[in-house]
């Protein structure tokens, strides 16, 4: 998701946003970095958790330092990034009408830069009175780590999921993860993990009574009828597909990820957080 090199956002007479990539940060769709749900993410960058949501800009200046544009104009960025994501070129030029901020920093890392300008640097102080964007630090195990790690598996569903022998789940094999979070969802509490588990469980379920903040379950597309299912809750994160088996990875267990058996409650619990899921438009 990168622009081009003559991509810019007018942000002056004088000066201008030379854009390196861009995101959407709607209630289906928003950097899971910034928080377990879309009014958590919006909080983020001091934003109002807008029904229709925002499309983020992220670029340099003139004289390279980084800048967050937001517009409303939701349809024009995800035109952008799907172009980009196919390999097209793609002039993102938002109408200056359709901005609702510009705040100095990057709330994301960005690993290229604009050519032909210093490298990127937050602005001097004296430009902004808001303190500077920054990533959320992953470089060691926490809230943001974990659910980049769930973001990973659920682009990554096949490869994790050929890892899973199933026969693992029939209980034989004790000491393996995929047994331990099949006794989780049984009820049977063996352990700190096994306990982990179902609370997750748990928690997911009372989402379906009393319908969380609107983002912490999501659904997307996948292969066939099914859909992948992305939910999150204080310490923890659970990615899913209807028609199998769910991971789980909780902020107490750094690094580890937990397969959790269909058994009898899985599938209609999948179900439920389903029907109460947002969806992309």
């Known amino acids: 998701m990168a622009g081009t090199d003559d991509d810019a956002v007018a942000a002056g007479d004088d000066d201008a946003l030379y854009v390196l990539t861009a995101v959407l940060l709607t209630p289906a769709n928003f950097p899971s970095v910034l928080g377990d ?3 958590e993410a919006c909080a983020a960058l001091g934003l109002a ?3 229709d949501g925002y499309g983020i800009v992220l670029g340099q200046d003139g004289d390279g330092a980084r800048w967050t ?3 409303d104009d939701v349809s024009l960025v995800a035109v952008a990034i799907a172009s980009w994501d196919c390999g097209m070129e793609y002039d993102l030029s938002p109408d200056e009408d359709s901005m609702v901020a510009a705040l ?3 709330p994301l890392a960005v690993a290229v830069a604009a050519p032909g300008v ?3 640097h937050d602005p001097d ?3 902004s009175d808001l303190p500077p964007l920054s990533p959320p630090d992953t470089t060691v195990w926490g809230p943001a780590q974990r659910r980049l790690g ?3 598996i659920a682009l990554q569903w096949s490869t994790w999921r050929a890892q899973i022998d199933d026969s693992a789940f029939t209980g034989q094999n004790g000491a393996s993860a995929a047994a331990a979070a099949d006794a989780a969802e049984s009820g049977r509490d063996e352990g700190g993990v096994r306990s982990g588990i179902r609370r997750v469980l748990a928690e997911a379920r009372a989402y379906v009574e009393s319908p969380p903040p609107l983002g912490r379950v999501r659904s997307s597309f996948a292969p066939g009828d099914a859909r992948t299912l992305r939910a999150d809750g204080p310490g923890w994160s659970m990615v899913a597909r209807t028609d199998d088996i769910a991971f789980v ?4 267990e750094p690094g580890e990820v937990l397969p959790v058996g269909r058994g009898e409650e899985l599938p209609g619990l999948l179900e439920s957080l389903d029907k109460i899921a947002v969806r992309p438009n």
């Open 104 to 106: 100095p920093g990057w």
């Open 49 to 51: 958790p807008l029904a």
């Open 150 to 152: 769930a973001d990973e």
């Open 125 to 127: 102080p004296e430009v």
């Open 118 to 120: 210093p490298a990127p």
């Open 69 to 71: 544009v937001v517009v």
């Open 249 to 252: 990875l909780l902020d107490d």
């Open 37 to 39: 749900d879309y009014p």
